[in-house]
């Protein structure tokens, strides 16, 4: 349900910007979709979600694929792009307690409470915060998981991303939203991509207009940081990002899958350059897979070169040694 109404979204933007367009909506389940019995860390890497909708873009079925940006790798199959990431949604974690804890915060529930998570950075960084809670696996998608947090007693709690909830028009079962003091979230978190092939250069141009040029600065900055760090699902690696007078501000951290070793740092950068006429070779250019010939090039690559530093800074500080040793165990 999700992923149609984020579909939706895209298709009436480009309805409002191309009136005459004829636009079909091909639904498709992935591998992802249906392993519901496995935590996500546990399966392998991200392409669980795309694989599918890839192959179908490849064989000229579709023109456009709709992602949360979240779920896309930081490196792209050759032959695919980011032709388009829209304005970016609430980016933080939000806590959604089960009916008999409503008006708690989670400081305020009783020890030993259960909180739902499928995502190792969530349960890495509360575990860190509120040690006397328990977390513990969930998986499905919302509305699944929403039923399983009312119809049973066995979460007091369940973390998900607020940008979810209030795009299924949830917002009113948010009971506490998750400042990136209490917790950071996840690279491309609360951004909607859609995936074009890389040389269909009038596909590419069509949904260029629904880039948002902060949103696009941001999340190159962040994809850039996972991908010198090399995270993925099996590691928790969290960001927090900001624009604010052509300065870009980017966290980053990583954690055991604990929480209790970690290292985390704030750089920034400024990505106040005007838009050149980019024409002629560069007009392939994708950062972390990303292809927006409408935002200047040379911010982009100060973001993508601010992610860089930033993951190189970590690993000088023995960041390596903390993913690894979260690999090992995840996989254990």
Known sequence: QLARIQTDSVVEMLRELYPDLRIEIVAMSTTG?????????????????????????????????????????????????????????????AVVFH??????????????????????????????????????????????????????????????????????????????????????YAVGQGALAVEVRAKDQEILNMVAALHDADTVLRCVAERAFMKHLE???????????????????????????????SLKETMQTSVNYPQQNEDGPNDDVQHVGITAKNVPGQAQEAAENLGVELATLLLSKGAKHILSVARQLNDA
């Open 33 to 93: 979709d249906k392993i519901l019995d496995t935590a996500l860390s546990k399966i392998g890497e991200k392409s669980l979600f795309t694989k599918e909708l890839e192959n179908a873009l490849e064989r000229n079925e579709v023109d456009l694929v709709v992602h949360s940006l979240k779920d896309l790798p930081t490196s792209l199959p050759p032959g695919f792009t980011i032709g388009a990431v829209c304005k970016r949604e609430n980016p933080l974690d």
């Open 99 to 184: 009916p008999k804890n409503c008006g708690k915060t989670l400081s305020l529930l009783p020890e030993k409470s259960v909180i739902g998570t499928s995502s190792l950075r969530r349960a890495a960084q509360l575990k860190k915060k509120f040690p006397q809670l328990e977390f513990r696996d969930i998986r499905g998608n919302l509305n699944t998981r929403l039923k399983k947090l009312d119809e049973k007693e066995d979460f007091s709690a369940i973390i998900l991303a607020a940008a979810g909830l209030k795009r299924m028009g949830w917002e009113n079962r948010i009971g506490q939203l998750l400042s990136p003091e209490d917790c950071l």
């Open 231 to 261: 995270g993925g699902c099996s590691v928790p690696v969290a960001v927090n990002t900001m624009l604010k007078d052509g300065q870009l501000y980017l966290t980053g951290a990583v954690y055991s899958l604990d929480g209790s070793d």
